[in-house]
């Protein structure tokens, strides 16, 4: 039974909001203007539960101070109030609640009836969503701990700050990275520690990205229902706790030693030159929809931290797909996230941000408006503005379709990119007109509102759809393993299977050169692209999930990185570290400055050059065939249009790469006069050229191959 405690906590002080630790008594703070009482409840190791009223009301927050409270105390809140859905308050005191400014949490949900605000008999019913439920949720659902803000010792810690244009992505997963990594201890894999590991770190440095892109690590939970069918959420794009590194993935513990692992983390990514990006879901919360769980801000101050249905509070507008939308147009919710961001940028350490669907965070009452509050508290605030910010530029609600409209300081994760590059690999494209575009920059969506070309994240693949691999051997999508009769995932992949369905049809040799060809092709236009490129970690080793283009709830080998795949496929992992060494030595393919297809100086090549098969400039016909599937790009390294820190010219050599996406081989006139006297092979991805080729002369390119040429003269 439940301890009330009769000696009162010191008033303490509204503000910070959470719990602060002191040596002498640790203040609790929780807004919850329409509650009528906030009890914060402490656990002893035998979850005994002791609580505590906090007697303290400034302006809408409830706080107190609790004497010799230490660091590791696990802790809730209780809220009383009102229980009417049909005005938008859910108040329910048998509910244990996460301090939604929690530093840390410890603990996982457990799937029971009581974790349900609403009355639920069994986890099989779904009950009654009107009626209250009194069982108490304590012994099922995680619990907040406090933190001591002690000092870590950074040892000189400095922020690699990567320019945009020099930015090369990896999107990862804290777990599936290193799960299986056998120079990793096993009691660090799929760790924090286990991706600061020298092992780990010295890979990512060899093969030669700049900023690690983690998927989530906020605090998550599985969904109760997902638990209760013997599943889980292994993606986490299911928050919690805004603020607490999720516990799962510490090997220290879970009572504030995460943050500290953390930080550690982030420190040994930097000390070699590397990035900490970190996917964030502000977007909506684990709480569901209208019959989902109460774990913490749907029993704090429900119709203020979602977006309620205003003509009917009970229902929840929904514009992520996931029964609720968290109202960022709210103070208190704009305040949280600012919050939260400034914490993981100040107190963390991390460089960017990645906001999944970023579209619902900026809606207002309905519509999406990018000159909401949002986004402008983003735009003004000193911190915020300085570091990456990257959008999932959509969500599922109407007009949320945003690419190319979001504002200066953001870049957006470019579908049409993606789109354009598959299809155009599988002979699917209507022409080469849009892959042009998507090779250059795409700026036809960001060059209006004078944003630059890095504003476009260039990606082939990302953790929800296919692997790179899978992407060239599979016709359609394989999640039987999800438990959904493989209704799940999206039909439009935009794949082939080159012949047969499967990894297995790799024992084809014809089949496994093809689809190696091809990977090779992705791998070369997304890295050879203007813009930022987005590599989904694995596909430079040939990862697979075996057709699963949905894995968010495997976690399994489906979907941990396999480390025998180099072994496998060495050429793969030479192939991307020379392209990104490549990038890297060449700023022609890390234009800052879109092209305009016209020479920098009078009389000179022009800076960037589109050519037909024939060797001859593309005409507008040619640019309108939809039968066309070979494409010619002239990169100008002496056409260059943005300058050094000193206002130097930067001038580059000069490169002409072709995409033949056609069944046959196909000759090709190289560009003659002024273009070049003669062109180098540094790239075939069919292996077939090498050597030196006049200009004038035709070679032939393989059919579904890149060639990359170095200009000479």
Not at 127 to 156: I, L, M, Q, T
Not at 191 to 216: C, K, N, Q, R, S
Request: proline share 7%; aromatic share 10%; glycine share 10%.
């Amino acid at each position: 039974m439940p301890r009330v405690n009769d000696s009162t906590p010191w008033p303490g002080h509204w503000s910070p909001l959470g719990a602060t630790y002191h040596p002498e008594a640790t203040n609790f703070a929780l807004w919850a203007p329409d509650a009528e009482q906030v009890e914060v409840c402490l656990f002893a190791e035998d979850d005994t539960e002791t609580r505590h009223v906090l007697p303290n009301r400034t302006f809408d927050v409830r706080h107190g101070a609790v004497p010799g409270v230490r660091a590791g105390q696990r802790y809730g809140f209780r809220v009383h109030g009102p229980w009417d859905p049909a005005k938008g308050q859910r108040f329910n005191p048998a509910k244990l609640l996460v301090d939604p400014y929690a530093r840390a949490v410890d603990g996982e949900l457990v799937a029971h009836p009581a974790v349900f605000g609403h009355d639920r008999p069994s986890m099989d019913e779904g009950g009654d969503h009107a009626v209250r439920g009194n069982a108490d949720s304590a012994p099922y659902v995680p619990k907040s701990v406090v933190v001591d803000p002690e000092p870590f010792d950074w040892r000189g810690d400095a922020a690699p700050r990567v320019p945009w244009a020099e930015t090369v992505l990896y999107e990862t997963h804290v777990r599936g990275f290193t799960m299986r990594h056998p120079d990793i201890p096993a009691e660090l894999r799929g760790t924090y520690a286990g991706l600061g590991h020298p092992a780990a770190v010295e890979y990512l440095t060899d093969l030669g990205i700049t900023t690690v892109e983690l998927m989530p690590v906020h605090q998550f939970v599985s969904e109760p229902d997902f638990l209760h069918r013997g599943s889980l959420n292994y993606w986490g794009y299911n928050t919690l706790a805004f603020f607490a590194p999720h516990n799962a993935y510490a090997s220290s513990g879970a009572r504030g030693q995460q943050v500290t692992e953390f930080k550690g983390m982030v420190r040994a990514l930097h000390e070699a030159g590397l990035e900490v990006i970190l996917d964030v879901v502000y977007n909506h919360t684990a709480e569901q929809g209208d019959g989902g769980p109460m774990l913490s801000f749907r029993g704090i101050a429900n119709d203020a931290y979602y977006h309620v249905d205003p003509a009917d509070p009970s229902q929840y507008l929904d514009y992520t797909g996931t029964g609720n939308t968290f109202r960022v147009a709210h103070p208190a919710g704009l305040g949280l996230v600012m919050d939260s961001l400034r914490y993981w940028v100040g107190e963390m350490r991390v460089d960017g941000f990645r906001f999944d669907l970023a579209s619902a965070l900026a809606r207002s009452m309905h519509d999406v408006d990018m000159l909401g509050s949002f986004m402008t508290v983003i735009g003004q605030d000193p911190v915020l503005r300085e570091v990456k910010l990257i959008a999932e530029p959509w969500d599922v609600g109407p007009g949320g379709y945003q690419v190319g409209e979001f504002p200066h300081l953001w870049t957006e994760w470019n579908d049409k990119y993606r789109n354009a590059v598959r299809d155009h690999w599988r002979g699917a494209a209507p022409g080469v007109r849009d892959l042009a575009y998507r090779l250059s920059g795409s700026s036809d969506l960001y060059a209006d509102d004078r944003r630059r070309p890095y504003a476009s994240i260039n990606f082939v693949t990302a953790h929800d759809g296919f692997t790179m691999r899978d992407l060239v051997s599979y016709d359609h999508k394989h999640n039987e393993a999800n438990g959904e009769d493989n209704r799940d995932g999206t039909d439009d992949n935009r794949s082939w299977n080159h012949g047969a369905e499967g990894i297995e049809a790799d024992g084809d040799p014809a089949i496994r050169e093809l689809r190696l060809r091809q990977i090779r092709n992705l791998l070369a236009t997304m890295l050879l692209s203007t813009g930022v490129p987005m590599l989904l970690s694995g596909d430079e080793m040939g990862r697979t999930q075996r057709g699963n283009n949905n894995a968010y709830c495997q976690d399994n080998e489906i979907s941990w990185m396999d480390w025998s795949l180099p072994e496998q496929y060495p050429e793969l992992l030479r192939l991307a570290q020379r392209l990104l060494r490549f990038r890297r030595q060449h700023p022609v393919v890390r234009q800052r400055r879109f092209f305009e297809g016209v020479p920098v100086v009078e009389g000179g090549r022009k800076d960037i050059a589109w050519f037909a098969p024939s060797g001859r400039e593309m005409t507008d016909a040619e640019w309108h065939d939809g039968s066309l599937r070979t494409l010619g790009m002239y990169l100008n390294g002496e056409g260059i249009r943005s300058r050094g820190v000193r206002g130097e010219r930067i001038v580059d050599e000069s490169f002409l790469v072709w995409l033949h996406a056609g069944p046959e081989p196909l000759d090709v006139t190289l560009p003659a006069g002024i273009w070049a006297s003669s062109y180098e092979v540094i790239l075939d991805t069919a292996e077939a050229l090498q050597g030196d080729h006049p200009a004038g002369t035709t070679v032939t390119l393989t059919d579904r191959s890149c060639l990359l040429l170095r200009v000479v003269g």
